[in-house]
């Protein structure tokens, strides 16, 4: 089976940044995609990024574009999410999450069902 766990959520104020990781343990095949979700008070969770061990390959959504970074340490198995300049509407409950059969990173990628979540991890931006 494949465990996600989602860590280094917490409270900034506006323009600063974190870095959330997500460590991967279990079986996972050596091509695999990992991504990032969110979840805003409210609303429905969303993707927003991920990254593809199959060929580096990342995708971000337009609203975290430029500000966002997400990158992986394969040794450490472990995928974070550096997240600059945030705004105070990036606050939400930050999921990792990646499926079995997917393999390449893209945008109809973050919609396809996912087999494996991580507990999300909680990011406040106050104004």
């Known amino acids: 089976d494949v465990q996600l766990q989602a860590s280094g959520g917490g409270l900034v104020q506006a323009g600063g940044s974190l870095r959330l990781s997500c460590s991967v343990s279990g079986s996972l095949f050596n091509d695999h995609v990992i991504a990032w979700f969110r979840q805003a008070p409210g609303k429905e969770r969303v993707g927003i990024s991920c990254i593809s061990s199959t060929d580096g390959g990342t995708y971000y959504v337009d609203s975290v574009k430029g500000r966002f970074t997400i990158s992986s340490d394969p040794i450490k198995n472990t995928v974070y999410l550096q997240m600059n300049s945030l705004k105070p509407e990036d606050t939400a409950v930050y999921y990792c999450?990646?499926?079995?059969?997917?393999?390449?990173?893209?945008?109809?990628?973050?919609?396809?069902?996912?087999?494996?979540w991580g507990k999300g991890t909680l990011v406040t931006v106050s104004s």
């Open positions: 999450a990646t499926d079995r059969l997917w393999r390449y990173c893209s945008a109809s990628g973050l919609h396809r069902s996912m087999g494996y």
